[in-house]
């Protein structure tokens, strides 16, 4: 089984800010790779698919990058709304994997 | 508009069966893979099976392989979890979700979930 390990687990930031996550496969997975955003009592939304493809609809503030192992999901001009926690996801093979999520706070 | 809506969940005692449904509407349902992924209350997101568009093939997590069948009805737009010998672990929101297109392992749009308590 492919282990995805985000980092970190908790990131406090503030409204403005930059923030960056990180995610790691424990296999290459090329591009293989989501992410996800989740609120307090909500299902997640898909932000990111291929890695570093914006889902339609969603703000050009968030991005992503990587290949191979190493992935990072960035939110840039932190606003009230961004406080979630994100969630990345293998999608090179069953059984799919999400890593541990990342807390967001303000 | 794509819509989800869950069903079936419920309090249950260990050992014991429930069968959860998800109802989809505003798209081609038998074009698409379709999910169960779960969250424990306070944990992460858990996929917990997987379905092709014609039911010909299915993919399961280990914890519930022998235990938990995903099924699906294309006439009906609906997809099902038929969940046994339940366990306190398999307690969380279950979440069915629908994959983008031409993709097996990534969902663009999830239901609101149905919570499961496995508990005596």
């Known amino acids: 089984d492919i282990q995805m390990t985000q980092s970190p687990s908790f990131v406090s930031a503030s409204v403005g800010d930059t923030v960056t996550i990180t995610c790691r496969a424990s296999q290459h997975i090329g591009h293989l790779l989501a992410w996800y955003q989740q609120k307090p009592g909500k299902a997640p939304d898909l932000l990111i698919h291929?890695?570093?493809t914006l889902q339609s609809g969603v703000p050009s503030k968030f991005s992503g990058s990587g290949s191979g192992t190493d992935f990072s999901l960035t939110i840039s001009s932190l606003q009230p709304e961004d406080f979630a926690t994100y969630y990345c996801?293998?999608?090179?093979?069953?059984?799919?994997?999400f890593g541990q999520g990342t807390r967001l706070e303000i | 508009e794509v819509q989800l809506v869950e069903s079936g969940g419920g309090l249950v005692q260990p050992g014991g069966s429930l069968r959860l449904s998800c109802a989809a509407s505003g798209f081609t349902f038998g074009s698409y893979w379709m999910t169960w992924v779960r969250q424990a209350p306070g944990k992460g997101l858990e996929w917990v099976a997987t379905i092709k568009q014609d039911g010909a093939e299915e993919y399961y997590v280990d914890s519930v392989k022998g235990r938990f069948t995903i099924s699906r009805d294309n006439a009906r737009d609906s997809l099902s979890l038929q969940m046994s010998r339940l366990r306190g672990e398999d307690t969380a929101v279950y979440y069915c979700?629908?994959?983008?297109?031409?993709?097996?392992?990534?969902?663009?749009?999830w239901g609101q979930g149905t919570t499961v308590t496995v508990s005596s």
């Open positions: 291929g890695a570093s």
């Open positions: 996801q293998q999608v090179d093979s069953f059984p799919i994997t």
């Open positions: 979700a629908k994959t983008v297109v031409g993709t097996t392992r990534t969902f663009d749009f």
